[in-house]
């Protein structure tokens, strides 16, 4: 037998604001399971508009991201990229992250 039981999740979006325009934006997923006692966070759509890339404000977001994990008492921040996009890899690098493992995906649409 298979339980299901819906549980809520908290999540939080984070935007850049230039001029009176959202420039920039990424998603912060608080995730709760039985394994442990705290939570963990997931790191989504990171997205700095073309023209504004390389200036420092990817950076800054995912800067925030990683305090308001740990300000929620996250164990872990995970955040994912697909393969050959190197230039993000660095980035995440260059920022505390570790490549750890794969991620592995089915698409349903």
Known sequence: MI???LLQSNFFKFEFILDDKIIGRAF???IYNDLHQKPYGLLEN???EE????KGIGKELVKRVIEKAKELGCYKLIATSRFGREIVHKFYENLGFKKWGYE???DLE
């Open 3 to 5: 339980r299901e039981k």
């Open 28 to 30: 912060l997923f608080i």
């Open 51 to 54: 023209e504004y890339r390389g």
């Open 104 to 106: 592995f995906r089915i």
């Open 46 to 48: 990171v997205f700095v």
